[in-house]
């Protein structure tokens, strides 16, 4: 098979002849894409393999331009993390799919998507009549230390405190 070397100056013309055979569509999403978005892909080839050879240096389609980056950086990174010993980029991107369609597991939630709960910020005022008062409500108790946020046990001393202070119960 003899292959077709286009020069770069009829690239353009090239892509618009290949585009309107593509149906003005994405070759990897089969979405519409305008004629400024769209771009050549080729499997690149290192200087020492030969064109042709296991596609490479073929033109493959026209395609989105961020679809071709993100191409880019898949293959790059399959590339760095040697995942061609484990299977090939495509078997493993069809895999991925499959799986991110039909995942294993799907009644778990994981513990970083859990809602933190939001701990009320000790005010100074609260933590100064606590101290203020801690002889009367503890005679024989060290002072406890401020934690960063308010606690059960905070909480249960601030309303002692406010009831020594005669101050109405705080709003939650």
Request: charged share 30%; glycine share 6%.
């Amino acid at each position: 098979m003899k292959l077709i070397q286009i020069q770069n100056k009829d690239l353009r013309a090239w892509r618009r002849q290949q585009w309107i055979k593509q149906k003005r569509k994405c070759a990897v999403t089969g979405l519409p894409l305008s004629f400024k978005d769209s771009v050549v892909d080729h499997c690149h080839k290192t200087k020492v393999e030969i064109a042709g050879v296991n596609g490479k240096g073929l033109i493959r389609g026209v395609i989105h331009k961020n679809i071709n980056q993100l191409e880019g950086k898949i293959s790059n990174v399959y590339r760095r993390y040697g995942l061609k010993n484990i299977a090939s980029l495509p078997e493993i991107l069809r895999g991925l799919a499959n799986y991110l369609e039909n995942p294993l597991v799907n009644d778990c939630l994981h513990p970083s998507c859990i809602p933190k709960i939001k701990r009320k910020k000790l005010s100074k005022s609260d933590t100064r009549r606590v101290y203020k008062y801690w002889k009367q409500m503890y005679p024989k108790k060290k002072l406890p230390l401020i934690p960063k946020s308010e606690t059960k046990q905070w909480a249960k001393w601030i309303e002692q405190s406010r009831k020594l202070a005669g101050l109405k119960r705080r709003k939650e």
